[in-house]
Each structure stands twice: as structure tokens, then as C-alpha cells.
């Protein structure tokens, strides 16, 4: 490589700097990405190299340098790509919600818990509300024992509904159980007579006054609808609570399991669920030893 190309990945590299924390080696490896997107995206698989641009590659790789760093988008959203969740690779767009690693710890601790105490002599029906990109229902869909379960993911939002079908239909031949998507709101939801046996679910619990100090790249890209809702982050979790009241009990599996955003929400859903009926409610912690999921039977 030429001493120009060298400065000139340098100067693209430090554009990038405000989006890495200041990290130049992150940087350098944000700007192969983004370079290898431009390339692709011009030349196709069959390309050569990523050391020479032409005039309109660089053009579109300033671009995305700008889109980054002023603008904020979330990289997977500027490369179209996969996040990794529970060995699959979920695809990500604006605005549907870019899946976390919290959300993937519990996702496996909930799979371990069902291998533990499925009954494979009826499946196990589960609703994930909320579903997003579709990646819990898809999780167990792909983890639990062959024809263990049926699971029906919903959400509020077309667009989410639109990405979850297309990550179920890059998924199909990986999945042991039956996964249906649905376009609905949960406050006209009525599960009362339902055959349900759990609802599980990671809707918004973020505080109006937390999303106020949120990241960027998430408070301007990310659907609002799944991150802040009333009453310190538990309006969308109470309603739940009543909706999961009339699942149909197993034995040995929680009605009910919702993602939450921290302590201060454990007392407030932890009564609110007593006085539904539930009863042995737990609380898990994340790798960070923050509360993360509550859940109760």
C-alpha cells in the first residue's frame, strides 16, 4: 500500500474516532467494514482489493463516515448486517430495536430452564410480546426439543413484523418449533380463555427522564415505542401482568417472564404481579449484576 493510502485510511480512521470512544484500532476496524460495504455494494463479491477506491466508492464511504459519526446511525444499520443471537443471525434495520447481549444472556437461561422441565407430551404454547426483529421467539424456536413448542410473536410496530418474518424465513431450516409473527397491540389483547402457558416478553422500561441521557445512536435511530413508556418504565410490564394472569399453568415453568431496567422497578412489579396471583417471583441478575428479568408462576 501506497504512503498516500496510508494517510488516507489514517484521515478516514480518525473521522471516525468520536464514534469509537476514541479508540483507533476500533476505528481502523469500523472503517474496513464500511469499506468493504462500499466495494461490495459497487463491485459485488468478486472483488480484488479494498486498498484502491474509485472517485464514487470514496464518495459513498464518506457517506457512511458521516452517517456514523454526525449523524449517529448504529453501524449494523449502515452495513445492513446480522447481530449474533443465540446462534443465529438475526438481520437488523431502522427502526426495529438492534438485539442486546442482555437480552441474549437471559434468552439462554430461559432455553436451559425449559430443557429442564418441558413436557413433551403437549407443547408448550408461549406468546412474546414485544418481539421486535423476532429474536427471543426464534431463539427458543430454534433451542427447545423438536416439536416442544408453539410460539406467536407480537408487536405493535408493521415494520417489526415486516423484519421478524424475514429473519424467520432466513431461519426456517434451523428451527425445531413453529413460529408465527403477528402485527397487534397488546392493550387489545385479551388472553382470558386462551390455551397461552407463558408470556414472555422485553417491551420498554426505560423512564421518560432516562431516554432523555440515552446514547444517540440509539434515542434518534431506534423506535421510540420500544425503549420509554409511563410510569417509570413499568406502564407496558402492567399490562402485561394482567394479560399473563390467565396463562394456563405447568408444572415446573413461570406464567410469566419479562426483561426490566433495573432495581427500581423490582418492588414495583414484583407487588403488581402478587396482586395478579402470581406467586414464587424471581428476580435474575445480568452479567453486570444489574436486576435484569423478573418472573413468576
Known sequence: MSKGLVKQNLKWAQKLLPACDGDLSHAKRQLVWLKEKVVFDHRG????SLDTLSQQEQERLETYIDQRVNQYKPLQ?????????????????????????????????VIKLMHQHLDQSRPLRVLDICTGSGCIALALAKHLPKD???????????????????????????????????????????????????????????????????DPDVKYWEDSRALVTDDQGTHI????????????????????????GGTHQVNTLTKQMQLNGFNNITVWKDLAEKDRVIYGF
Not at 463479491?45 to 480484488?48: G, N, P, R, V
Not at 408487536?155 to 429473519?167: G, M, R, T, V
Open 237 to 260: 410490564h402492567k399490562k402485561i401482568i394482567q394479560l399473563a394472569k390467565y396463562c394456563q399453568p405447568l408444572d415446573n415453568i413461570p406464567r410469566l417472564l419479562m426483561e426490566m
Open 45 to 48: 463479491k468478486q472483488y480484488s
Open 77 to 109: 444499520y449502515i452495513l445492513g448486517s446480522t447481530q449474533p443471537f443465540c446462534e443465529l443471525d438475526i438481520v437488523t434495520r431502522p427502526p426495529t430495536l438492534i438485539p442486546r447481549w442482555e437480552t441474549e444472556e437471559w434468552t439462554f437461561k
Open 148 to 214: 416442544s413448542a408453539e410460539i406467536i410473536g407480537l408487536d405493535i410496530s408493521n415494520k417489526a413484523i415486516d423484519l421478524a418474518n424475514h429473519n424467520l424465513n432466513l431461519h426456517k431450516s434451523d428451527l425445531q418449533n413453529s413460529v408465527e409473527f403477528q402485527q397487534k397491540d397488546l392493550f387489545d389483547l385479551d388472553l382470558n380463555g386462551s390455551n397461552i402457558n407463558l408470556v414472555i416478553s422485553n417491551p420498554p422500561y426505560i423512564t421518560h427522564q432516562e431516554y432523555e441521557s440515552l
